[in-house]
């Protein structure tokens, strides 16, 4: 059974059994989706730490992980009210808060080692492609990471028609798909399966590393990649980094205890800030919806929703 599945199944038993409003606000498991992006053994050894402090800091007795196959799967936990936490991108919050803007509340987001708080959709191919730039991919085959992923979907559907004479994607690429998540995408490129493909990275620091964070710096660390095998063909305007969020519905203590825990992270416990952001950052910085406005309005004027 997919997580989507079985997410959506918890909220109808829950409903079934008569669950009451305390028992939902000050729960005695905090569940933490992740992702889908890179396969879900790395996914839950990066995100173990937390579920190994989070406990002790918020008043709860259980921290349970729920890795998700693609972004869907955890965009509706936190609607279905089956999942407390997650770090999105900001689209994925965008599909949330257009379907309920009370689901939950983006609290932080990240701030990048040069103090910004944004980060780029970043389009590679391999470097024996023989493509130097974005007019070599015209009638090429183009593949985006997921419909859910802000950097590998919403903003090169949006921002590169800007850069390609104004013409629509779908006119202008011969063929388009998506990978599966931003690894899987970045491993077909790697295999010859796309021409070029669309993932993300802070944009600062050196590409030959895959950035200073990023998917493609994972990948690197992972041994996954040679950053010297690859080329850059284009890079979009700077997009918000996505939102840490918490479920709204829960107890406000156990929210501003979460948020310090989130807060303190970065110098409590580097390695581990480090391990669920996907490289060098220098901490958290506060947000609130309308940092994510730009996007919402992108999201709902490309998808609907």
Known sequence: MSLKKA??????????????????????????GILGGENEADSLRN??????????????KEVKLFPATDYDGVIQGLLGGTLDYAELGASDYA????????AVE?????????GSKGYYSIMIARKDS???????????????????????????ATSLPKDIGNVAVKDYFGET??????????????????????????GVGDFDEGYTSGNLRKMVDKGLIDMKDFVELWKSPLIPNGPTVIRTALDADLKARFKQFMVDLPKSD??????IQGGDFTGYTEVTPEFYQPIIDARKAQIGG
């Open 7 to 32: 997410l959506l199944g918890a909220v109808a038993i829950a409903t079934l059994a008569g669950a009451t409003a305390a028992r939902a606000e000050s729960p005695e498991i905090f569940r933490v």
């Open 47 to 60: 995100y173990q730490c937390v579920a190994d402090k989070l406990p002790a800091a918020i008043g709860v």
């Open 95 to 102: 599909k949330i808060y257009l379907a309920n803007p009370d």
């Open 106 to 114: 983006p609290i932080l987001t990240t701030v990048q080692t040069d």
């Open 130 to 156: 023989g493509f130097k730039t974005l007019a070599d991919m015209k009638g090429k085959k183009l593949g985006f990471a997921d419909p859910d992923s802000t950097s590998g979907y919403l903003i090169p």
């Open 177 to 202: 798909g998506f990978g599966g998540g931003h690894e899987n995408l970045v491993l077909a490129v790697k295999d010859g399966k796309f021409d070029a493909g669309t993932t993300w990275g802070s």
């Open 270 to 275: 580097p390695a581990c800030f480090s391990a």
